[in-house]
């Protein structure tokens, strides 16, 4: 089993930052893959970054090219999502989640992530 644990949300005004963390416990794997979702209401779910344990390879949806940051810190078990230039349409509830998956791309299903977290509200206002 793997815990997940998020923090850092929070209300933004547009243009601002936040930086979400991840923190993992329990039987990690450093070949898992780890995603930042966001789902905002009446939306699907949707992979907005992934970032694998080992060797760190990294991939971004299109919409957050530019102005989200993926990374991690193996020595503490935790992933972050520093997120800069917030709009609007960037509120959402994110989660992070846990799985094994053969690349690291934002075309990874949600059933392929075997851990979620909580999920933590991000709003940003115009």
């Known amino acids: 089993q793997v815990q997940l644990v998020e923090s850092g949300g929070g209300l933004v005004q547009a243009g601002g930052s936040l930086r979400l963390s991840c923190a993992a416990s329990?039987?990690?794997?450093?070949?898992?893959?780890m995603g930042w979702f966001r789902q905002a209401p009446g939306k699907e779910r949707v992979l907005v970054a992934a970032?694998?344990?080992?060797?760190?390879?990294?991939a971004y949806e299109d919409s957050v090219k530019g102005r989200f940051t993926a990374s991690r810190d193996n020595a503490k078990n935790t992933v972050f999502l520093q997120m800069n230039n917030l709009k609007p349409e960037d509120t959402a509830v994110y989660y992070c989640?846990?799985?094994?998956?053969?690349?690291?791309?934002?075309?990874?299903?949600?059933?392929?992530?075997?851990?979620w977290g909580q999920g933590t509200q991000v709003t940003v206002s115009s």
């Open positions: 970032i694998r344990w080992r060797f760190g390879s990294i």
């Open positions: 329990g039987h990690t794997d450093s070949n898992y893959v």
């Open positions: 989640a846990a799985g094994y998956a053969p690349r690291v791309t934002v075309d990874i299903k949600p059933s392929q992530f075997d851990y």
